[in-house]
């Protein structure tokens, strides 16, 4: 792979200078990967004051909330263009940085380097994604064999990272953010600071809830009372584990702990937003057309203050189409091509695009 | 950057279609075995190609908005998504048999929430394209098959399905546990909504009900001698009508593909199933049409496994990555015994 050698410290160094890590963010916005001792060097450093940190995060408003994100670097970009940049503006990220998106490495870099760089400005919660065994089998895994080579430890010093990223965070006192959703382990916050969180993420408890908890707004709350008192609370899944929540688990957490409502990622939603329980609880999903071919909307909440917010729906980075556009896309091309300013508006109409766009679109014999 | 292109006030549809057709003019009007194009095909042998050279004008192309074909300079892979603000509808019409496919994003919520009333009981799966089909017809004898996500869904049970994943045992332990040392307050075990999680559907297609019916008739085999042979494809679409990420134990999946020559079409739906650590499914429906005889071949196959079973198979070559050949549904059917097999055919 081409790496640029550009930044030669050692992984034990403990001290990472702004310049080091300004260099870094140039490299990954213009969409190259940093060299393997740069990476070992950040996961360090991040870890070590991540650890420090408690399991839940207090920040304030205004700030603005992104959901899953899943490897989609380009409009990761996108965000930052619809929402200001770092550190002009306050992010909170809820966790699924990795997976299934064909740019999970150059993702979790960037926000990894903005966390050090500006660690008041960017908190990163840690998502069902953000784990060992999830990675192997949806794509993170196979991505850092690709990009680094099968003999580098890449993938082993990201998720050992993965481990120490925190769990829920707390707006104004008030907005409890999480990335799945609640527990039947969880009655107060307080239940949540003591989870020993530096581990890889359970199939079972409270923390394995957190992260993949899932609301259930059952349509017949309002015609059938007596249904109510089954499905609004904890729900175990047909599949055996996991849990679905009802409106009644919700207003109980909040009423108990002073809160006022749930921000909450985990789900797709075509509108790139999605509302329960007359807005107790809400998803913000922030991965638009997911997987490069779902034609979803994407959203990121602008919150202000804590009665005021916006959700700023948004669609798939015009560079995600070039991607998916074998004619402009010549096999091999880095990422940093498709920033090349050189690169114009494509001619769809010339004959160069469309034979190669007819010669190179797929089809099988499939039988 | 496409939007650019798009006036801001709108050009009538008479216009686009002019339009259209005056770019589907110029596309035609080029040579169509031109060495930029064929030299990119390489899996049409040359001497194939000439032997089995499509009759002009045998086949109608519906959608002049997309690119020539290498092969007769008329051809119609649907384009991924519509540019303008027509409905597109790629489609292809041999003598009196037309395919057309659509391909729209996954369900909003409005539209969600009518199919749960429709579907009763059952949760939806993560991501539906409702809006996708495929679709065969013969306008002559008035028969049509189609398929689409709708009627895939309605063949799934609401039932138990009684697969559990493969830590499922281990957690209703610990829950168990905690229940009786009270760490956990009177939460219910019991499983609130059952229905077939692993949306397996045993769907063949969709007919209408005044359609003549499949004679059933498990001894016929689809041709593979006609269906391997490289005849040029005039038309091809592949799309997912459902898929699940089983809140990531695994893949549920129904996908549809679509392909036409110049005498026969064959499309395959496939259902496939992947609950990590526990099982495999492949569920297969191939539709024959052979265009000359009018005779339509449906075949159906149920494959399924132990997920051990299969991963034992895949002991070479993927020493770092053992899991990625797990995603191929193509790899897995060969792992897979037959469990079922059905087959009908239809003589218009």
């Known amino acids: 792979m081409n790496f640029i050698p550009c930044i030669n410290f050692q992984p034990r160094l403990t001290y990472l200078s702004f310049m080091e890590l300004d260099r ?105 994604h953000e784990s060992r065994q999830i990675t192997q089998s949806y794509g993170f895994y ?34 409890f953010c999480v990335h799945g959703g609640l527990s039947p382990n969880v009655q107060t916050i307080d239940q949540i600071r003591i989870i020993d969180r530096f581990r890889e993420i359970p199939h079972d408890g409270a923390m394995a809830d957190l992260v993949w908890s899932d609301p259930e707004d059952s349509a017949g709350d309002a015609n059938s009372p007596s249904s109510t008192s089954t499905t609004t609370h904890f729900q175990v899944s047909p599949r055996g584990a996991g849990y679905t929540f009802g409106r009644s688990v919700v207003e109980k957490f909040l009423q108990l702990n002073g809160m006022s409502r749930i921000y909450r990622a985990h789900q797709l939603c075509n509108e790139g937003y999605q509302v329960y329980f007359g807005g107790l609880v809400t998803t913000v999903w922030s991965a638009p057309n997911y997987c490069y071919r779902c034609g979803n909307k994407a959203s990121i909440l602008e919150l202000y203050d804590k009665d005021h917010s916006y959700f700023n729906v948004f669609e798939e980075a015009p560079e995600n189409k070039l991607l998916n556009n074998a004619a402009t896309a010549p096999n091999g091309t880095f990422l940093r091509d498709y920033f090349d300013e050189t690169v114009g508006p494509v001619d769809v109409f010339s004959d160069e695009y469309q034979v190669a766009s007819a010669s190179k679109r797929h089809v099988e014999y499939f039988l | 950057m496409d939007n650019k292109r798009v006036p801001r006030h709108g050009i009538s549809a008479i216009y686009v279609d002019q339009a259209r057709e005056a770019f589907a003019q110029t596309v035609r009007a080029r040579d169509p075995r031109s060495p930029a194009a064929t030299m990119n095909k390489p899996q049409v042998a040359v001497g194939h190609d000439i032997a089995t050279i499509p009759r002009p004008n045998r086949h109608r192309c519906k959608n002049p908005n997309n690119p ?101 045992h281990k957690w209703i332990k610990s829950k168990k546990e905690q229940q009786r040392t009270s760490e956990l307050d009177d939460n219910s075990l019991e499983i609130g909504q059952h229905y077939d999680w692993t949306y397996t559907t045993n769907y063949k297609g969709s007919l209408a009900s005044d359609n003549p019916p499949f004679t059933r008739d498990d001894s016929i085999e689809l041709p593979l001698d006609k269906l391997t042979r490289p005849d040029p494809i005039l038309f091809y679409d592949d799309m997912i009508l459902f898929e699940d990420e089983l809140a990531d134990n695994g893949i549920s999946v129904v996908n549809v593909k679509v392909r036409v020559m110049n005498e026969r079409a064959l499309i395959l739906s496939r259902f496939f199933l992947r609950v990590d650590g ?34 034992t198979k895949q002991n070479s070559g993927h020493g770092r990555d053992p899991k990625a050949i797990l995603r191929d549904s193509n790899w897995v059917a ?6 079922k097999r059905e087959c009908e055919f239809l003589q218009l």
């Open chain 1, 142 to 175: 196979s991505e850092c064999l690709n990009k680094y080579g099968g003999a580098s430890g890449v993938w082993q010093c990201f998720t050992d990272l993965f481990d120490y990223l925190v769990l829920c965070c707390i707006i104004d006192n008030e907005l």
């Open chain 2, 334 to 339: 060969q792992q897979l015994p037959l469990v």
């Open chain 2, 278 to 311: 526990v099982l495999f499914r492949v569920y297969d429906t191939r539709v024959y049409v052979e265009f000359d005889e009018n005779r339509v071949v449906r075949e159906y196959k149920e494959h399924e496994n132990d997920y051990n079973a299969v991963l």
């Open chain 1, 24 to 128: 870094c963010l140039e490299l990954l916005y213009a969409g190259q990967l940093l060299p393997e001792a740069t990476l070992r060097a950040l996961c360090f450093k991040l870890k070590e004051k991540l650890v420090k940190e408690s399991n839940v995060v207090h920040i304030s408003t205004p700030v603005t909330v992104v959901g899953d994100l899943h490897g989609q670097f380009h409009d990761l970009l996108e965000i930052f263009e619809i929402g200001g940049a770092v550190p002009n503006t306050n992010y909170l990220f809820l966790g699924d940085y990795v997976d299934r998106g064909l740019y999970s490495v150059e993702t979790i870099s960037l926000l990894i380097v903005l966390k050090l760089r500006y660690p008041n400005r960017v908190h990163l919660l840690r998502g069902n």
């Open chain 2, 68 to 168: 020539a074909c290498p092969h007769c300079s008329a051809v119609i892979i649907p384009a991924p998504k519509a540019t303008l603000p027509l409905e597109d509808t790629p489609s292809i019409s041999i003598e009196d048999w037309t395919i057309s496919t659509r391909k729209k994003p996954i369900l909003n919520s409005k539209e969600l929430d009518e199919w749960e009333t429709i579907l009763g009981g059952l949760t939806l799966p993560e991501m539906i394209f409702g809006n996708s089909f495929v679709r065969i017809e013969n306008e002559k004898k008035g028969w049509c098959l189609e398929f689409n996500a709708l009627d895939a869904l309605k063949a799934v049970k609401v039932e138990d399905s009684g697969i559990r994943v493969s830590y499922a």
